[in-house]
């Protein structure tokens, strides 16, 4: 039968439990609402020492079994927090208060069996601050062996839909394989009892390790989103001014263009006429052919000449002149002279290709002797390797494709049991038939040198993910 009220002294330098009534993994604790007791355990001492220096030099409500039961414990936690010290420390304080507090019944409440007298369940009253604290530096930090956050890990469920009251529940909950009885962290505390409020470590503040007596750095960008660098807010442009409903460079486009039509054209026009009236001139009247039929005509008729031809127009004329004089003659004779155009040609060709059986000619097809020099660096330490093991050839790469049938593969993550999926291409009995065939494969064994290090590298790749 359960006491109602088993602790019933709750004020300073009382306790809720001390010392342990079993024995094994798992040993039960005694209840022991009674004044604490000052550590005379050498051991006792250095444990509190490294583990929980606010309470040194003073009583506790612990023995040397019970710090050894809770440093075994935390290791765990520290390994899995101790990426953000932050989130270490809220928890260690937490768990050091509430192991070895002198002042644990302020904020603590305990059941037990009446006739063991061990304490069966505990109520810790932690205010909704610490909690929200506790949660805020924990909730981004990632745990390397998975890549993913340590809540996952900590709230028996996703990190997404943890919360600060779930995660302090998972804890204290013994279904999680570390707490050894039910802790439970109430939201309403009754009136004798008063909450547990200490200020909560800020992961992306530094503060003084009491442990390490240093301090510490803040958490990083990845385990803490508020130590990420703040972009500064983006200021947009001030608008661009507009001149006639236009903005600046379509006005100038449009100024320009007016100027183009306003003066370029009508000058050229101006220039064009007056260069025609004051180069133009008359020869003297002579015969020109009629268009009457007659042989010539004379008189009035005038050839008028508006302007000479300027340097460049006579040069150009002259290699036009000579150019058609040159491939007319050169097509009249190769027209006139089929058999010795072929072959003259022929031999020519033939005389060329000669070149590539020259005895000093030598083609270079192996790479390596094309993209390194002899005496480089690069070739002698390959030579080296090549001498001291055997030639190194480039893996094979190999491109599976997944039939329907092979469905989507995972595992169960612990201790949530979150699934996490892989592709089809990762299902076993489809890795174990692509193994199969390539070592079925009697002529790709033949033809590809490279055969032997593209199987090897496959089914260590395969036995690396638990297939072969």
Known sequence: MASQDPSPIHKNGYCVWFGHCTTGPKARICAYNKPAKNVTDPQAEKIIEELCP?????????????????????????????????????????????????????????????????????????????????????????????????????????????????????????????????????????????????????????????????????????????????????????PPKHYLGLTLVPFCCLVIFIAFLLFWIPCNLCIACRRSRTTSYLFAPQAVPSYSGNASATGANAIEIRRKTGICEQLGCKIEMELKKFFTWWGTWCGCHPWTVMVGSLVVVIALCLGVYAPGLKITTDPVELWSAPESRARKEKDIFDTKFNPFYRTEQIIINAKPQFNKTGYHQSPDKKFIPFGRIFHKELLNEVVFKINQDSSHRKTNKNYYNMKFDFSLTCSLLGTQ
């Open 54 to 238: 606010e309470l040194r030099g003073g009583p506790t409500c612990c023995d040397y079994k019970q710090l050894k039961t809770l440093a075994d414990n935390v290791q765990v936690l520290k390994q899995i927090t101790g990426r953000c010290p932050a989130c270490w420390d809220n928890l260690r304080r937490l768990y050091c208060s509430t192991t070895c507090s002198p002042d644990q019944s302020l904020y603590m409440d305990s059941k037990l069996i009446r006739v063991k007298k061990w304490v069966e369940k505990v109520a810790v009253y932690v205010s909704q601050d610490y909690k929200r604290g506790l949660f805020d530096a924990c909730k981004d930090v990632i745990f390397p062996g998975n890549n993913e956050k340590i809540l996952n890990l900590l709230c028996g469920r996703t990190a997404e839909k943890c919360t600060p009251q779930l995660l302090l529940d998972f804890l204290g909950n013994p279904a999680n394989g570390m707490a050894p009885f039910e802790m439970q962290y109430p939201q309403i505390i009754p009136e004798n009892l008063t909450w547990f409020d200490l200020e909560p470590r800020k992961c992306n503040v530094s503060f003084i390790d009491p442990v390490t007596t240093r301090t510490t750095e803040p958490c990083s960008c990845q385990d803490c989103k508020s130590s990420c660098p703040v972009i500064p807010p983006y200021i947009p442009p001030p």
